[in-house]
């Protein structure tokens, strides 16, 4: 670890959390804004301090280890030696091995489902997530395995949150917005759990099909529709008693990293598609076959869903 890391990191943060102040105080008195800014901040600054203990870091590679292996995910994480590492020092197995992102393009297409089940596997299963899959971290072997580089940057979901998160997806996919709004918003922490959604429901419809699903795996079509309702997004986060899940931002950064290199060997690919098959599989374990199947009839008769249905 480099000399004064931490000192630098304590100011940058302590800049972050000034703002986040600022931002709660002003969307506070000029918005129906829940302020959370403090919150989101508190939780990134808790991940980015965590980094910086090696003994941190080394722990959480372990516990990752451990838990992809009791669920046989074919995923390389890096053996630790403890007996050479410390707090400032962390010193584990080499890898030999060429970044993901500048692999064949075959090889993406073919790696980048295991990369897709890995992060839903952290995430919905384990409750433990690698936060900071950029292409520097995920590693293709020499025979060709995914590996997965640097736990420093980690954080938790509790069960609760993990299931409810499930739910959320499954709803998504099947188009199911009525759970989606009404009560999935609510056991993620998006909204209080006395607030009335019945008005938000066309305005939340009108984002989750026009911002996302409807645009697919074209990135720059999913911007421009996003620009078109920015409107309603600014409806939702200011006029609304909305706000952002700590872990959420951590989430949504993991999963737009590994869009993006998905897209570069396969420009069809859909992160929503893609996430159907393991997302599907645990919800039976979650709502059982019978209630995922009734799901499946009401909610994958059009033309859209059929893709869902088929899985």
Same mark, same amino acid.
């Given at each position: 670890?480099?000399?004064?890391?931490?000192? +630098?990191?304590?100011?940058?943060?302590?800049?972050?959390?000034?703002?986040?102040?600022?931002?709660? @105080?002003?969307?506070?008195?000029?918005?129906?804004?829940?302020?959370?800014?403090?919150?989101?901040?508190?939780?990134?600054?808790?991940?980015?301090?965590?980094?910086?203990?090696?003994?941190?870091?080394?722990? !959480?590679?372990?516990?990752?280890?451990?838990?992809? +292996?009791?669920?046989?995910?074919?995923?390389?994480? %890096? !053996?630790?030696?403890?007996?050479?590492?410390?707090?400032?020092?962390?010193?584990?197995?080499?890898?030999?091995?060429?970044?993901?992102?500048?692999?064949?393009?075959?090889?993406?297409?073919?790696?980048?489902?295991?990369?897709?089940?890995?992060?839903?596997?952290?995430?919905?299963?384990?409750?433990?997530?690698?936060?900071?899959?950029?292409?520097? !971290?995920?590693?293709?072997?020499?025979?060709?395995?995914?590996?997965?580089?640097?736990?420093?940057?980690?954080?938790?979901?509790?069960?609760?949150?993990?299931?409810?998160?499930?739910?959320?997806?499954?709803?998504?996919?099947?188009?199911?917005?009525?759970?989606?709004?009404?009560?999935?918003?609510?056991?993620?922490?998006?909204? %209080?759990?006395?607030?009335?959604?019945?008005?938000? &429901?066309?305005?939340?419809? &009108?984002?989750?099909?026009?911002?996302?699903?409807?645009?697919?795996?074209?990135?720059?079509?999913?911007?421009?529709?996003?620009?078109?309702?920015?409107?309603?997004?600014?409806?939702?986060?200011?006029?609304? %008693?909305?706000?952002?899940?700590?872990?959420? +931002?951590?989430?949504?950064?993991?999963?737009?990293?590994?869009?993006?290199?998905?897209?570069?060997?396969?420009?069809?690919?859909?992160?929503?598609?893609?996430?159907?098959?393991?997302?599907?599989?645990?919800?039976?374990?979650?709502?059982?076959?019978?209630?995922?199947?009734?799901?499946?009839?009401?909610?994958?008769?059009?033309?859209?869903?059929?893709?869902? @249905?088929?899985?």
């Amino acid at each position: 670890q480099r000399p004064g890391m931490r000192k +630098a990191f304590s100011l940058d943060l302590f800049l972050l959390q000034l703002w986040g102040d600022f931002m709660d @105080a002003f969307t506070s008195t000029f918005t129906k804004q829940v302020p959370f800014h403090r919150t989101l901040f508190d939780t990134f600054s808790q991940g980015s301090y965590s980094e910086l203990d090696y003994e941190s870091e080394a722990r !959480n590679q372990m516990h990752f280890q451990d838990e992809l +292996a009791k669920r046989n995910c074919p995923v390389k994480v %890096p !053996n630790v030696h403890l007996e050479y590492s410390t707090q400032r020092i962390l010193t584990s197995e080499w890898i030999d091995g060429v970044k993901l992102a500048e692999s064949p393009t075959e090889t993406i297409r073919q790696l980048i489902p295991v990369g897709v089940e890995l992060f839903l596997t952290q995430l919905l299963d384990i409750g433990a997530f690698h936060s900071d899959p950029h292409p520097g !971290n995920l590693l293709v072997t020499k025979d060709g395995v995914l590996c997965l580089l640097d736990f420093g940057l980690c954080a938790e979901v509790d069960e609760k949150a993990r299931e409810a998160m499930t739910r959320a997806i499954v709803h998504l996919l099947y188009r199911d917005f009525d759970s989606l709004i009404h009560l999935d918003t609510k056991e993620l922490g998006f909204l %209080p759990r006395d607030f009335d959604t019945e008005e938000l &429901k066309p305005i939340l419809t &009108k984002v989750l099909t026009g911002g996302l699903l409807e645009s697919g795996s074209d990135l720059k079509k999913r911007k421009r529709k996003l620009m078109e309702i920015s409107n309603e997004l600014n409806e939702i986060f200011f006029q609304y %008693p909305f706000q952002v899940p700590g872990f959420f +931002a951590l989430v949504t950064r993991g999963l737009g990293l590994l869009e993006g290199i998905a897209l570069v060997g396969d420009p069809n690919f859909d992160i929503f598609m893609a996430s159907a098959p393991y997302a599907t599989k645990r919800a039976v374990s979650i709502l059982g076959d019978h209630s995922l199947r009734r799901m499946s009839r009401s909610f994958t008769s059009g033309r859209d869903s059929q893709g869902i @249905a088929d899985v």
